[in-house]
């Protein structure tokens, strides 16, 4: 992606926190699909966060892909967390009719970080095991 | 009907008086007959049987300053003093129960009287009656109106501050701990009550960083398709931001209906009691409880 980053995709030990900055329309939205899948597998991430905080509208199309990312993470051994969906938002998406499914939903980052912890083990990599911490 | 009286615009002689006379002629009328027509028009409020709600007295003085008000409005023609008085005179009555109906029920009697006293004073020169009534209606209708009006918004301006309170009474989020709200919730939920319900749920959500919120329902006495589907929809919308919700104190009645109507419950967490929900919500937030008697403890 060019110009300014309409998406961020950082990693937080075993988990990939990403946002999303703006609203992306679909060809967008499948490429962030794309570009997470990725990394999930090169990271080898455990978790991952999908912050949306920052929109003020998920459409059919949008909570489709983010359904559809959290059952191919999940295929790929990760599990998945969209966090940061405004009131308004949520009682559209609800209202609307969207079948969000299995996906998990947290209400921000920390939330989110604390539900992974819950669901696949606390954050301990195993380069951190091998330091012999805690 | 052959015996036409021949058109309403006969020519104006110079005994005559002219357009712009016939307004201020008519009110210096309408002054001059001022207590008879007054007490006129409070006979016949009385024969329809019209405000009740108030003493004889104050009918006495609120007639009379509807009458002056309505010549001073013929004479000028400014709505504008007649607007603020009748918004005023429903403010004080409208407390009383007095109705929309009534209101304009004595406006346009006082019109039919004052017309009446018209028709027999202009009897001799029907092309006169005609010009003076013709520059009466509109004013006197447009009078009609006003008051109607006034009164209509001023009761709505009442219904909008009530409905203003009571939506600040009616639903309070309360944070009993850390993560966990209650929102307790009394009288009928209708669709507009349920709504404001979401709102109040989700931001309360947001600003409390809630996980668990107990929604009771036990002072609620009966719910309709369209609230229950708003619920879980309210549901569904708060475990979108991360939040559970758990549903207590369903009446039997309230419960059969859900069922008969078939709402998909299936994702609502429902607890008997506002104590099951609380307990519930303690131990899904890793709380335990325990009552410091000597035998508990840790």
Known sequence: ?134 | MSSSQGPATTTAGFDSPGEDQLLPQLVAHLREHRARLRHEWSERIQQAGLLHAMTPQEMAAETTSVYDNYVEVLETGSVEALQRYARDLSERIIPRGVETHEVVGIVLLLRDVLARSLFEKYQRDFGLLNRVLDAYEPAANRIANTVAVSFVEERERVIRQQQDALRELSTPVLPVRERLLILPIIGVLDSERARQLTEQLLTGIRTHRARVVVVDITGVPEVDESVANHLVQTVDASRLMGASVIITGLSPKIAQTLVTIGVDLSKMDTIGDLQGGLEEAERLLGYTTSRDDGTGGP
């Open chain 1, 1 to 134: 992606m060019t110009g300014p980053r309409l998406v961020s995709i950082l990693r937080q030990g075993p988990y990939l926190i990403a946002s999303i900055h703006t609203a992306l329309d679909d060809s967008q939205m499948t490429a962030f699909q794309h570009d997470l899948v990725d990394r999930i597998g090169r990271d080898r991430a455990r978790g991952v966060v999908i912050d949306v905080a920052a929109l003020d509208v998920l459409d059919s199309f949008a909570t489709r892909t983010l359904r559809t990312i959290g059952e191919v993470a999940r295929l790929r051994g990760a599990v998945t967390v969209v966090v940061g969906i405004q009131p308004e938002v949520a009682f559209t998406m609800v209202a609307l009719g969207m079948d969000t499914g299995s996906l998990h939903t947290a209400l921000d980052l920390e939330e989110g970080l604390a539900l992974l912890d819950r669901a696949v083990g606390p954050r301990r990599p195993v380069t951190a095991l091998r330091g012999g911490a805690a």
